[in-house]
């Protein structure tokens, strides 16, 4: 049952893929007027240009360029970088570690922060302390996340010298990289911590006041064990829906939050690439991440099976 | 009227809403006065006075050109809230119409129109909006533009779901026996009963797109020549460690502009229709 529910779902993923890179494909030949001109500037040679046009892939007739980009992007490969002369792929997975590691982070920071919090205030409804939590919530899903990573900065790093501004430490050391990943974390994870906290709170308060809870508690059991063991593990799927349903976000995100601390990540790839108007890393950049997003979408979607057996395939 | 009524009655009931209400309100009232709250001209540069710390005359201090940083987040509001507005009314717009041809229509077209906004939401909103502007310049009508095309999913889906719920109603079956056209049907009958979600999700998607202007400000990719408040954080960001305050304004104006349409939007949200509770989140 559940198998062939997640072979559908694979199966239903396959346009939506061709489709982004379709859409990729037609990224540069949107470009008003010539692409080649727009990379090289306007003293161009002609020569140049014609190079330049070769290098796109530009001078062929479009359906072929069509066939030959996709069957090139179904195996990851979107030529060269123009600036560093690397293969596109290449420079994106030299990349990717920071990227990861950023993005587990800031998730590990919003849930350890967001699932207690919100169970805490559902716990003790609308006492000062569930009002107090559900506002810092507020503000952190409010507050732009680069601007609350400068605060962080101007406090830990400037102020009291607890963190570097920037940089991501040296290869290897975990206590390095965490010492460079705390700030990065928390601006990005704040936002997510935010939602999460919302959506345990108001899931935990639904399950609270269910039937079987009722029961728990007329069975004398501690509320502490019935708050957790009972009410909480039946009030975790809305919440690891919207971490999935966010999680594009949070990548959206990782290229900001690499740009204000000075992370070499593939959020800086993009930056530096669209600065630089080196278009395959831009088509390469944008498509990988496009494809990061369809699979975890796809991976929520088939978790919830696992997470509630009485969800049905049909 | 009587539906109106208590509509105000459950919306005045949630402070929270009302204290948004107020927010948004006194906001926009700032970015319409701004030539009379401002106490400096914001473009007014004074090379003597530059980084300047806050003090009685200016309260925020003075950025890297010497020009007061109130006066500059006061009229920034304007092109901040445009910027909003506009994308938000543009993505209502298309993503509506998409949304009620899909629900109504269904079979072959709400498949193609639908995951075709599958292929749009694939794409992280903000490198969406980067591609766009790399490939057409950076102005505010183009930030306005890229935000709306990836925000036009998010209509499409709740109009869509939405027309599903009332379509094999009985009224619009009523209404159609009684020789309604589908034009007549579709924004007579039907349209103004997915009002409630559409108003909800248009609230909280304007502070979407503040925040998204900003951080394409902040990346380098906003329009130079509009003061955003996204582009005066920006422009604070070389001076971190010896003039910190040219950031903190224009960041709490977004913040609290944030703030005020989150609180709003969950406050109509409560009002209209307890059912959606959740469904929306800004981002």
């Known amino acids: 049952m559940w198998w062939s529910f997640v072979a559908r779902r694979l199966v239903s993923a396959v346009p939506t893929l061709l489709g982004v890179l379709t859409v990729v494909f037609l990224f540069v030949r949107l470009v008003p007027g010539d692409p080649a001109q727009a990379i090289l500037g306007e003293y161009a040679t002609p020569a140049n240009l014609t190079a330049m046009r070769q290098s796109l892939g530009l001078d062929k007739p479009l359906g072929e360029q069509y066939l030959t980009f996709m069957g090139k992007a179904l195996r990851l490969d979107f030529g060269r970088s123009f600036q560093t002369r690397q293969s596109v792929a290449r420079r994106i997975s030299d990349a990717l570690p920071y990227t990861v590691t950023l993005g587990l982070a800031a998730l590990f920071v919003a849930l350890i922060v967001g699932v207690p919090a919100g169970v805490i205030a559902s716990a003790r409804r609308n006492s000062a302390l569930d009002y107090g939590v559900t506002t810092a919530a507020l503000l952190g899903i409010s507050m732009p996340n680069f601007w609350f990573g400068m605060l962080l900065i101007i406090v830990f790093s400037v102020q009291l010298g607890w963190f570097p501004i920037t940089g991501a430490g040296v290869a290897g050391s975990v206590w390095g990289a965490a010492y460079y990943l705390t700030l990065p974390a928390i601006a990005l994870g704040a936002a997510e911590g935010g939602v999460i906290m919302r959506m345990t709170r108001s899931a935990m308060l639904e399950t609270l006041g269910q039937d079987f809870v009722r029961t728990a508690r007329a069975k004398g059991l501690k509320p502490i064990v019935v708050v957790l063991r009972h009410a909480l593990r039946n009030s975790l799927i809305p919440v690891v829906t919207i971490v999935g349903l966010n999680l594009g976000r949070l990548i959206g995100g990782t290229v900001i939050i690499e740009s204000l601390f000075v992370r070499p990540g593939i959020g800086r790839v993009m930056v530096d690439a669209m600065v630089a108007r080196d278009y395959p890393q831009i088509q390469g950049t944008v498509a990988f991440f496009a494809l990061l997003v369809v699979t975890i979408n796809l991976l929520v979607d088939v978790s919830y099976g696992l997470l509630d057996p009485r969800i049905r395939y049909a | ?283």
């Open chain 2, 1 to 283: 009227m009587a539906r109106k009524l208590s509509l105000l009655k459950a919306f005045k009931g949630n402070r929270a809403a009302v204290i948004g209400a107020v927010v948004v309100a006194l906001i926009i009232l700032v970015a319409i006065f701004a030539p009379l709250i401002a106490p400096f001209d914001p473009e007014a540069i004074n090379l003597r006075a530059r980084m300047k710390p806050p003090s009685a005359e200016h309260w925020f201090g003075t950025d890297e050109l010497g020009r007061d940083i109130v006066s500059r987040v006061v009229w920034g509001a304007r092109p901040s809230l445009m910027v909003g507005f506009v994308s938000v009314a543009i993505a209502t717009v298309v993503g509506t119409l998409f949304g009620l041809l899909a629900g109504y229509l269904g079979e072959s077209v709400d498949a193609l129109i639908m995951r075709v906004m599958d292929i749009v939401l694939s794409f992280p909103l903000l490198l969406l909006a980067l591609v766009v502007l790399s490939l057409f310049g950076q102005s505010l009508w183009n930030i306005m533009l890229a935000v709306a095309i990836a925000s036009v999913p998010q209509y499409a889906r709740v109009v869509r779901a939405s027309v599903l719920s009332v379509k094999r109603l009985e009224y619009v079956e009523a209404v159609s026996s009684l020789g309604a056209g589908h034009a007549r049907i579709l924004f007579r009958h039907i349209l103004t009963n997915v009002l409630a979600p559409l108003i909800v999700l248009a609230t909280v998607r304007v502070a979407a797109a503040i925040t998204i202007e900003a951080a394409l400000s902040f990346l380098g990719f906003g329009d130079p020549s509009a003061a955003t408040w996204g582009n005066i954080v920006a422009t604070g960001r070389p001076y971190l460690t010896n003039a910190p305050w040219i950031a903190t304004l224009g960041g709490l104006a977004i913040s609290v502009t944030v703030l005020g349409l989150n609180l709003l939007g969950d406050g109509l949200r409560d009002a209209m229709d307890p059912r959606l509770k959740g469904a929306a989140t800004p981002g």
